[in-house]
């Protein structure tokens, strides 16, 4: 495992493109986080699935959770950007380039860890996790096989009864999303249209792991 610090990255001028996409996705996951904040914990470990340039899991660590972003960009661009993004917040972060042995951080301590790998083997372990959140990801792989593996994973690392979040493109994906979450045994799984003006119409979807098996 190597540990990245914002020195050794030398710190790059991010690109104003990436500044912009991660203001205006800020914006909306903490639309989605507040509209949903009766259904999700107040804190505790959180895992952001595909964090990109780590809006969802600062947005997380600015709640209080411990959150984990996983990326498996390889592009090394994104998570360096989180990481100046995640500090530049107050944030304590640090980001590590394998998903073995993660210096995990403490539930509630408002702290982000930004793994880069593939979320379908993020090495957390079971019934840990008190939210796990995707929003807006797709993949290299067709996307059911994509997101069955990555779900199963989310399934196994939360506790029982914590719930999954995730966000849609497009509404087109809700059914096959919810479908996916229900083959795979999650309860309770139910979606919602969020139409914000002037901005893409998502869907946002939760679901949660059963208390029993
Ligand atoms: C469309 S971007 C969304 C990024 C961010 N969540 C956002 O809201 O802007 C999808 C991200 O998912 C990541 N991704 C795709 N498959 C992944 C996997 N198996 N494990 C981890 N990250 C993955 C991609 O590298 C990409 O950064």
Same mark, same amino acid.
């Given at each position: 495992m190597v540990d990245v610090d914002s020195e050794n990255l030398g710190e790059p001028l991010p690109r104003a493109e990436d500044l912009r996409h991660f203001q205006g996705r800020t914006r909306m996951i903490e639309t989605h986080l507040d509209s949903l904040s009766g259904q999700l914990?107040? *804190? *505790?470990l959180a895992v952001d699935v595909g964090c990109g340039l780590g809006m969802g899991a600062i947005a997380l660590a600015n709640r209080g959770f411990a959150s984990i972003g996983v990326d498996i960009d390889s592009s090394n661009r994104l998570l360096p950007f989180a990481l100046t993004q995640a500090r530049k917040s107050g944030l304590v972060a640090n980001l590590t380039l394998t998903e073995e042995g993660l210096p995990l951080p403490l539930p509630n301590s408002r702290q982000v860890l930004l793994v880069h790998g593939d979320a379908a083997d993020l090495q957390v372990a079971d019934n840990s996790v008190d939210l796990v959140t995707a929003f807006y990801v797709s993949g290299p792989r067709s996307e059911r096989d994509h997101w069955t593996d990555i779900a199963q994973r989310c399934l196994r690392v939360l506790k029982p009864g914590a719930p999954i979040l995730i966000t849609t493109?497009?509404?087109?994906r809700e059914g096959l999303a919810k479908g996916m979450l229900r083959g795979l045994g999650f309860t309770s799984v139910s979606s919602e249209p969020i139409r914000t003006p002037g901005v893409l119409d998502t869907c946002v979807i939760i679901g949660r792991k059963p208390f029993a098996p």
């Open positions: 914990p107040i *804190g *505790g493109e497009d509404g087109s």
